[in-house]
């Protein structure tokens, strides 16, 4: 009986310090990463502007003040660049909800 209580209890610390030290894993790789940049408002992709802050939002939910940055992508041709795209700003605002919309092809200015 000791040695079922010493094991479930054994096994429940090794669960609970398992669950509390995950590595996060919706990252790039430094190298892609790198590739990124925020100027102003808008997020680049070697160079180029892919999408911009469309809204900033401040919610309180379940006891917790959450900030939600919501994206608009200037192409909607590119899933990958999408994940890209929300897998950067999570590296840079962790703790903050991000939402990634669609818009149409940035039009250049002449």
Known sequence: MIRKIIFIALSFVLLATSCASKKDTFVLPQ????????????????????????????????????????LMQYTTYSNELSEKILRFMHMKFPDDKIELKFGMEKKSVN
Do not use: Q, T
């Not at 990124?36 to 309180?60: P, Q, R």
């Open 31 to 70: 190298e892609e990463y790198d590739k990124f940049s925020l100027k102003g408002n808008e997020v680049f992709y070697e160079g180029v502007a892919v999408a911009n802050f469309d809204i900033l939002e401040f919610e309180y939910y379940n006891g917790k003040l959450v900030k939600e940055y919501s």
